[in-house]
């Protein structure tokens, strides 16, 4: 049988990925790659501490699992338009380089 | 689920999720981020999440994926060449990251309830009809909320791919 502790440290490893990608890669496609991990991430732990917090019915809690719903359907809507953005900037822009992006920068 | 088979599913999960990192390769990283679902998709089942489980193949490791695929080769991205690194910025980030995952770490480790195991469930759960009636029930509002957030996303999509940005 398996703790809720590993479900936990997995989840956190992932989360930690994730993080480091969007800090570490410059392009901006693999650092919306990452922000899906860290998305999943939390997702994992959700449905972790939902099995975990078992009703008196021996059910588990199911509106820790609605979230997660919720989580990967606005993260699909998310997707479609950080995509779209992404596209138009390439044509604006011709590069996908988030260096080479700097109007911004102070 | 026996341990074997999750600790086999995390690795896989955990090797797939640092490939999609340090690829240098845009379709590499996108591939091994499929894979990394996937093995996501197992815990949830290994958890009795068989829905979510079954969700996360469908969206992500179909729909998602694919969209990122189609961008990558609609953009004509090839593998990145070499660029001069900014070392401090590198280890200052890394770093980060570190310490981010020893807090993480400390914290699950000093919980009290990280290291029971998980409560027995009392018959095969019913999983779909469950979620469906608390879908329709008490997160009715919240459905239709979230059906009118993709309506906008979609028009959101039309619009941007339409104009040209200047």
Redesign the interface.
Do not use: K
């Given at each position: 049988m398996m703790t809720l502790g590993s479900y936990l440290v997995v989840s956190a490893v992932l989360f930690t990925i994730g993080f480091a990608g969007v800090l570490l890669r410059r392009n901006i496609i693999i650092i919306f790659m990452s922000l899906e991990l860290m998305l999943n991430a939390a997702n994992l732990s959700l449905v972790a501490f939902s099995r975990f917090r078992v009703s008196p019915a021996g059910l588990p809690e199911y509106h820790a699992e609605m979230l997660v719903f919720f989580v990967i359907t606005v993260a699909a809507a998310e997707v479609a338009v950080g995509l779209a953005i992404i596209v138009a900037l390439y044509r604006a822009r011709r590069t996908t380089h988030i260096d080479d992006i700097n109007q911004l920068k102070f | 689920?026996p341990?074997v088979l999750?600790w086999i599913f995390?690795a896989v999960?955990?090797v797939f999720?640092?490939l999609?990192?340090v690829n240098r390769n845009?379709v590499a990283?996108?591939l091994s981020?499929v894979v990394?679902?996937l093995g996501?998709s197992a815990?949830?089942m290994?958890?009795?999440?068989y829905?979510?489980g079954i969700?996360?193949v469908l969206?992500?490791a179909g729909?998602?994926m694919v969209?990122?695929l189609f961008?990558?080769m609609?953009?004509d991205?090839r593998a990145?060449e070499c660029?001069k690194m900014n070392w401090v910025a590198?280890a200052g980030?890394?770093l980060?990251?570190?310490c981010?995952?020893i807090q993480?770490?400390t914290v699950?480790?000093r919980?009290r309830?990280?290291?029971?195991?998980?409560?027995?469930?009392?018959?095969p759960?019913d999983d779909v009809r469950?979620?469906g009636q608390?879908?329709f029930s008490s997160?009715n509002l919240?459905l239709q909320v979230?059906a009118v957030?993709?309506l906008v996303?979609?028009i959101?999509?039309i619009i941007?791919?339409k104009r040209?940005?200047?």
């Open positions: - | 689920m341990s999750f995390a999960m955990l999720g640092v999609v990192v845009p990283s996108a981020l990394c679902f996501l815990l949830f290994s958890l009795n999440a829905f979510i969700i996360q969206v992500y729909a998602v969209l990122f961008i990558i609609l953009l991205l990145e660029r590198f980030s890394a980060v990251a570190f981010l995952l993480l770490l699950i480790g919980t309830i990280a290291h029971e195991h998980f409560p027995a469930l009392a018959a759960v469950n979620i608390l879908l997160y919240p979230i957030l993709v996303a979609t959101g999509v941007l791919s040209q940005l200047r």
